[in-house]
């Protein structure tokens, strides 16, 4: 599956923005996504993840209370919307599939492995999220 993120650009401080990952050459069905972000000379963040089989939805403490992720089945798109944005949101931003039922396993264990880069086998190509006045 090819994913493609989009949506991201310049929006002041307390702004918000719609982050979509679209696929292709697949259903998102089979799979769990997440979004990352990152800014020069860190490590890429988990942001947020959403699973298929069961609709759960995981934020980081950053994105909790101002994030919201979603899935549209019929458009095998998934969005991040971000709200009361701030600068330290400036980053860019990946959108990334991995396989749902392994991902789902292990978090009814209670292992959060949904913020794990290496929990995920695909990746979008990413897109800038700047917030600055």
């Known amino acids: 599956v090819q994913l493609q993120a989009s949506g991201g650009g310049l929006v002041q401080p307390g702004g918000s923005l719609r982050l979509s990952c679209a696929a292709s050459?697949?259903?998102?069905?089979?799979?769990?996504i997440g979004w990352f972000r990152q800014v020069p000379g860190k490590a890429r963040e988990g942001v947020s993840c959403i699973t298929s089989s069961d609709g759960r939805t995981y934020y980081s403490e950053a994105a909790k209370g101002r994030f919201t992720i979603s899935r549209d089945a019929a458009k095998n798109t998934v969005y991040l919307q971000m709200n009361s944005l701030q600068p330290e949101d400036t980053a860019v931003y990946y959108c990334?599939?991995?396989?749902?039922?392994?991902?789902?396993?292990?978090?009814?264990?209670?292992?959060?492995?949904?913020?794990?880069?290496?929990?995920?086998?695909?990746w979008g190509q990413g897109t800038q999220v700047t917030v600055s006045s």
């Open positions: 050459g697949g259903t998102l069905d089979r799979y769990a």
């Open positions: 990334a599939a991995g396989d749902d039922y392994t991902m789902t396993t292990a978090l009814g264990m209670g292992v959060m492995v949904w913020s794990r880069e290496r929990a995920y086998d695909y």
